[in-house]
C-alpha cells in the first residue's frame, strides 16, 4: 500500500511540474527529418542537375532552332557533369573521412601524453555550458577513465568532429551522386523526346520542357523539406525561384549572344 501510495504520489507531483510548464504539455512534438544515408546526396544532386540542365537547355533554345542540338548538347553536358559530380563527392568524402582519422589519431596522443591538459580543456567546455563545478569536475573524472570516450569528447567539443564512420563507403556515394544526377537531369529534356512524334514545334518543346522541369523541382523542394524540417510550401517556392533565376539567365544571355553580338552563324 505504501508503494502504491509513493508511487500515486510521484506521478501527481510530475503532472503538477508538467502543469506549471503549460506550453510544455501542450506543445507539439517537431517532426523527424527524413532519415536514409543517400538521402541528401539523391536531392541535392537532383536539384542541381535539374536546374543545371533546364538553364543549358534555356540558353541553347534562344540560339537556335533545332531541337537536335538541344538533345545532343543537352545529353552531352548531362553525362559530364554527372561523371564530374559523382567524382566530386567520391573525392570529397574521402578526403573528409582521411581528416577525421588523422584528427583522431592526434587526439588520442593528447589524450595519452598531455591528459591533464586535456582534462582542462575539457572541464572549461562544460563549465561554458553552464555546469557548476562540482558536476564538471565529476563529469570530467569519469570520462577520464575512459580513454574512447575522452577522445572522442574531445573530438566533439575541440575539433567539432565526429568519429569516422567506418560503414561509409566513398564510392557509393559517388555512384549514388551519379545515379542521380543523370535521372533527374533527364528530366528537362523529356519533353524533347516525347514531343518529337507529335510536333514539329521547338517552341512547344521548350514549353515543355518548362513543364517537366517545374514539376520535377516541386517534387524535390517538397523533398528538401522533408529532410530539413522546413515548410514545404516555402521550400518549394525557393526551389523553383532558382530554377526560374537560372534559366532566365542563361536565355537572355543566349539571346544576347545571338542578336546583340551577332553570332548566330
Not at 537536335?68 to 564530374?84: E, P, R
Amino acid at each position: 500500500m505504501s508503494d502504491q501510495r509513493s508511487g500515486g504520489t510521484t506521478t501527481r507531483l510530475l503532472q503538477g511540474r508538467v502543469e506549471e510548464g503549460g506550453s510544455e504539455r501542450n506543445s507539439e512534438r517537431p517532426r523527424e527529418p527524413w532519415k536514409g544515408e543517400y538521402v541528401k546526396s539523391i536531392v541535392y544532386a537532383g536539384l542541381d542537375a535539374i536546374i543545371t540542365c533546364f538553364a543549358l537547355i534555356s540558353s541553347i533554345s534562344a540560339t537556335t532552332t533545332y531541337s537536335m542540338d538541344v538533345l545532343v548538347l543537352g545529353f552531352a553536358n548531362l553525362v559530364a557533369d554527372a561523371i564530374s559530380m559523382g567524382f566530386g563527392d567520391f573525392v570529397s568524402t574521402t578526403s573528409e573521412q582521411d581528416v577525421i582519422t588523422e584528427e583522431r589519431r592526434g587526439t588520442e596522443w593528447d589524450v595519452m601524453n598531455n591528459r591533464d591538459n586535456e582534462q582542462t580543456e575539457l572541464f572549461k567546455h562544460y563549465q561554458a555550458l553552464g555546469m557548476d563545478y562540482d558536476d564538471a569536475t565529476m563529469v570530467v573524472n569519469i570520462f577520464t577513465k575512459y580513454n574512447d570516450i575522452m577522445v572522442y569528447q574531445r573530438m566533439v567539443t575541440d575539433k567539432g568532429m565526429l568519429p569516422a564512420d567506418q560503414e561509409v563507403k566513398p564510392w557509393r556515394n559517388g555512384l549514388v551522386t551519379f545515379a542521380s544526377f543523370m535521372v533527374f537531369g533527364s528530366a528537362p529534356l523529356l519533353s524533347f523526346i516525347i514531343l518529337i512524334p507529335f510536333t514539329d514545334s521547338d517552341s512547344v518543346k521548350f514549353v515543355g520542357a518548362c513543364l517537366v522541369s517545374a514539376l520535377a523541382l516541386a517534387l524535390l523542394g517538397v523533398a528538401k523539406a522533408r529532410i530539413g524540417g522546413q515548410n514545404i510550401i516555402f521550400s518549394m517556392a525557393i526551389t523553383l525561384f532558382s530554377g526560374a533565376i537560372a534559366a532566365a539567365a542563361a536565355y537572355l544571355l543566349g539571346w544576347l549572344l545571338k542578336h546583340v553580338a551577332r553570332l548566330e552563324d
